[in-house]
């Protein structure tokens, strides 16, 4: 078993998944003008519609692991991936275009677990952690890749746009080629299934909100250029792809950040979420956007392979991709929910400008590193009592 070729192939397959709904994003300008009848909100769907079909397939996709091979759901997925990629740029109406992004949803659904799921079955240890944060480079990797060719094709058409989804050809060449078979062996002869930890939720949890913001920058920043006079469809493609390209730094360092940082690695992360919004959110030229979203993705970039990897060393191999779909389900969700909930903000503000929403994310991102570092001080405090009684009763005893 060659793991170098097994890397290669879950790597392809990690090209192509997180960034997948939003990589016509520099596009929406383009289209928004191609469908004169359609509210901004319903554009920004064919970006977070995708997302909320992920959800539901996620689970069927774990579902399916226990009766065939991890190999075959992969490839049902990316058909599915393929059809509703490229179908959408041969509509003539708003309503077909969503319909193939959900079908490109159900596809994304099929795969991601998987995906991230075969990294355990395969590698342990450091080179488990390692292997996870190259997923992740290769998330954002894919992503760069994605947005530049869309801002490209976008500037011809916004329906040669969707043409960036053939990519998905190749992973399903170097998949065939090199991914050995897996089928999850699970416990469900015995009518015993065991229940997920209380913590795995809670790295949803984390992980739907750091998404819920994250989001914002696909899905607003060809408005954000349009509103603001800075810049094209074209522009709005190269600042997108500066943050998946820092989150593919941010991935390949990971094994070194973290050893470097330890336990102030994940607010470390979230700061710098919070830096990226704030230097958007006061900028009026393109090379400080680029900045800010750099600063940004590296953050993001961080932060994502490393909830994977502790919700991966949480669970039994058994439950991998149980965990891994409750957890990715919160990814995708909060995709879906980001138009929605920053849109509703900016009304609720009486500011709907992206302006605000950059800024009120850079707040908000900004209070949670504040809590995070009152809660590592009580902790703090609170080992440093335990270690003092404990001392007293040596000393006693």
């Known amino acids: 078993m060659n793991k170098r070729l097994i890397k290669a192939a879950i790597l392809s397959v990690s090209l192509i998944t997180v960034m997948a709904g939003a990589a016509v994003s520099p596009a929406l300008g383009n289209i928004a003008l191609a469908f004169p009848d359609s509210s901004e909100t319903t554009v920004k769907l064919i970006l977070s519609l995708p997302s909320i079909m992920i959800i539901p397939f996620i689970f069927v996709s774990s579902y399916l692991t226990s009766r065939y091979t991890k190999k075959h759901i992969l490839y049902v997925g990316m058909i599915f991936y393929l059809i509703g990629g490229i179908g959408g740029g041969l509509v003539s109406t708003m309503e077909l275009l969503l319909f193939f992004r959900a079908i490109l949803g159900i596809g994304v659904g099929l795969i991601m677990p998987i995906a991230t799921s075969l990294v355990a079955d395969f590698f342990d240890g450091e080179e488990r952690t390692a292997t996870m944060g190259l997923v992740s480079a290769a998330n954002n990797l894919g992503g760069v890749v994605l947005f530049i060719m869309s801002g490209i ?9 969707f043409g960036v989804y053939i990519l998905v050809i190749v992973a399903m060449i170097i998949v065939f080629l090199y991914l050995p078979q897996v089928q999850e062996s699970q416990n469900k002869r015995d009518g015993v299934k065991a229940r997920l930890p209380k913590k795995i939720y809670l790295y949803g949890a984390g992980m739907l909100f750091i998404i819920l913001a994250f989001f914002s920058i696909p899905s607003n920043m060809a408005f954000f250029m349009l509103q603001e006079g800075i810049g094209d469809s074209r522009n709005a493609g190269i600042v997108i792809s500066i943050s998946t390209m820092a989150g593919f730094v941010a991935g390949v360092l990971l094994k070194r950040t ?25 900028s009026n030229h393109v ?42 389900s919160m990814l995708f969700l909060g995709q879906f929910l980001s138009p929605i909930i920053l849109d509703s903000i900016g009304i609720l503000f009486a500011n709907p400008t992206v302006r605000f929403i950059y800024q009120f994310l850079a707040i908000s991102t900004f209070l949670v590193v504040i809590g995070f570092l009152i809660i590592s001080l009580k902790n ?3 080992v440093a009592k335990e270690v003092v009684i404990e001392q007293k009763k040596q000393v006693i005893g």
């Not at 094709?153 to 746009?161: E, Y």
């Not at 973290?258 to 006061?282: P, R």
């Open 258 to 282: 973290t050893a470097f940082l330890k336990s102030y690695y994940m607010v470390t992360n979230i700061f710098l979420l919070s830096i990226g919004f704030f230097i958007i959110g006061m």
């Open 380 to 382: 703090r405090k609170t």
């Open 153 to 161: 094709l976008a500037s011809i058409s916004w329906r040669a746009t």
């Open 287 to 328: 090379v400080m956007i680029g900045i800010g979203v750099g600063v940004m993705g590296f953050g993001v970039g961080g932060i994502i392979p490393t909830v994977f990897d502790q919700v991966s060393r949480q669970v039994p191999r058994t439950q991998t991709v149980q965990a891994m779909a409750v957890v990715t």
